[in-house]
Structures are given as C-alpha cells and as structure tokens.
C-alpha cells in the first residue's frame, strides 16, 4: 500500500501509476479531506474498489474515478459525530454498467439515510422511510440531495426532481456512509458505479446548492 496525494490540486495520478507499475491498483482509504478525518476505508483486499487498471488510472470525462464493481467492493466511513437532519449531500458518480433495482449507491451505518436506487432503477432517498424520484441516467452525473423529513430534496445535474412516489422520507440521523453498498460487509445491494466526488454537509446547504454545484461542475464538466 501507498499513500497518494495531489499535485496543483489534482490526485497524483503519475505517482499513483507509477506504484502500481502496469498492474491494477484497489483503493483502501479514501481519505476526507474535510479535517474531519471520516476515512471511507475496507481492510479486505478483495472487497476494494479499482483505481487503475492495467497500469493506467480509471478515468472518467477526463478525470479520476473510483471503480466499485457492483459484486462486493465497498467503502466504509463511520462518523465520530451523528449528523442529525437535515444533511446536504454532492455526488459525482456514473454507472459502468444497469445496476440492480434496490442497489445502495450512497448508504449509511446504523439507521437508514442513504440514496439508493428504486424497484424502477429511479433514484430514492431513505432515512426511515423513503421517497423515490423520477430520475435515473447511467452517464457521468451529479446528484444533489437534502435529506429531511419536513422539506427533502433531489436535484439531478442541477434541476430539482419531482418526488414519484413514496410518503415521508423518515427522521432518522446520519452516523456513517457506505460507498458503493447498502449494508456494510455485504454483497447484496452493491451498485456498479464510478465516484469521483462525494461532499457531504451536516446542515442545510438550499443557499449554498447552486454554487456548490457550478464549482462540481467547473471541474468536472458534468452537464
């Protein structure tokens, strides 16, 4: 293992190649950057999503993307602090190949409050409860969602989503996150998706969205 930083704000991908040297490389920490040091890390080499592969950093429009397969890679971050609601949350992400209806793109230690995708393959957030969107794309996207019971929230490439079913989101809090699964250590619910970025926020961002979006976008030229 090595830890691979950045250069001019951009993840060393040339060190990062350099270490794999032609092989395919697994992330076992993602580190946060926050200063909050809520690491998305797995110990088992096999359940470890794919940086490089063949020697060259996986990439997506052009920029890094980690690679979970959809069988049993994850990632798992368990908070110091539980986030109760509302919380903001950015996802840069694609899917490689049609997840499977039920499959956890975000999900979350202890209570519900994760995004998931619908029996329909639409996007739905739970947090005790759920509440499904009339969206889905398998192309590079950027959702936006707040999750909290008296006034929730999706946006897709930054267009806000009507809610297609469902009735109440839940009211539970936020203690950790599971990336690319549902439920830790399990292989059912695994989506394959691509991550480029995730921000999450323990407060109401509504006055913050849009820009905290243009910068996502800006850099990785989502829409």
Not at 36 to 65: C, D, F, H, R, W
Not at 89 to 100: A, C, E, G, Q
Not at 119 to 138: D, I, P
Not at 173 to 183: D, E, F, H, M, Y
Request: hydrophobic share 30%; charged share 10%; net charge negative.
């Amino acid at each position: 293992e090595q830890n691979i930083g950045f250069v001019n704000n951009e993840l060393d991908t040339a060190s990062l190649e350099t270490f794999c040297s032609g092989t395919d490389g697994f992330v076992a920490i993602w580190y946060d950057q926050s200063g909050s040091a809520n690491n998305a890390a797995n110990a088992t080499a096999a359940n470890q999503p794919k940086v490089v592969s063949s020697g060259s950093t996986i990439l997506e429009n052009g920029k890094a993307a980690v690679q979970f397969d959809g069988g049993n890679d994850q990632l798992t971050s368990t908070f110091g602090t539980t986030y109760n609601q509302p919380t903001y949350s950015f996802l840069t992400h694609n899917f490689t190949s049609t997840p499977s209806a039920f499959d956890g793109v975000i999900g979350s230690i202890g209570p519900e409050h994760r995004l998931i995708l619908g029996g329909s393959l639409e996007y739905a957030l739970q947090a005790g409860g759920a509440l499904r969107y009339n969206q889905y794309s398998t192309n590079q996207s950027l959702v936006s969602y707040k999750i909290q019971v008296s006034d929730p929230k999706l946006f897709f490439n930054g267009t806000q989503q009507s809610v297609s079913g469902g009735s109440s989101i839940g009211a539970e809090a936020l203690q950790g996150v599971i990336l690319g699964g549902i439920i830790s250590g399990s292989s059912n619910g695994n989506a394959p998706v691509q991550i480029q970025e995730l921000v999450i926020y323990g407060s109401d961002q509504d006055s913050n969205r849009t820009g905290i979006e243009t910068n996502t976008n800006d850099h990785y030229s989502i829409y």
